[in-house]
Nanobody
Framework: QVQLVESGGGLVQPGGSLRLSCAVS????????IGWFRQAPGKEREGVIC????????GYIDSVKGRFTISRDNAKNTIYLQMNNLKPEDTAVYYC??????????????????WGQGTQVTVSS
């Protein structure tokens, strides 16, 4: 049984930071590419950032460049999303997802085999 459980979301002021965690069970994390996606009310799901299983290469959308970083701790079966300098437009439910592949893409959500239920991030003053 595979489970992905996000945590760490909450309310933060613009310019603030949050670190999201995705605890994974039921799979060997080192064999999976990991992506973070988000969905705001009334908007389509958007790929944000991902990390490959093979060499740790990262893909991300331009809007989060320099602000968001993704990392993985295979020993802890946990993926992290560090979000700095948060903006109101970052407000969304954030989902982590695992793809049984060495390589990741933020543009192919259908490639991902397992998904968490999401954690709410709200950026507001």
């Amino acid at each position: 049984q595979v489970q992905l459980v996000e945590s760490g979301g909450g309310l933060v002021q613009p310019g603030g930071s949050l670190r999201l965690s995705c605890a994974v069970s039921g799979l060997s994390l080192d064999l999976y590419a990991i992506g973070w996606f988000r969905q705001a009310p009334g908007k389509e799901r958007e790929g944000v950032i991902c990390i490959s299983a093979s060499d740790g290469t990262v893909g991300y959308i331009d809007s989060v460049k320099g602000r968001f970083t993704i990392s993985r701790d295979n020993a802890k079966n946990t993926i992290y999303l560090q979000m700095n300098n948060l903006k109101p437009e970052d407000t969304a439910v954030y989902y982590c997802a695992a793809d049984y592949d060495y390589y990741c893409s933020i543009y192919r959500p259908d490639d991902y085999d397992y998904w968490g239920q999401g954690t709410q991030v709200t950026v507001s003053s």
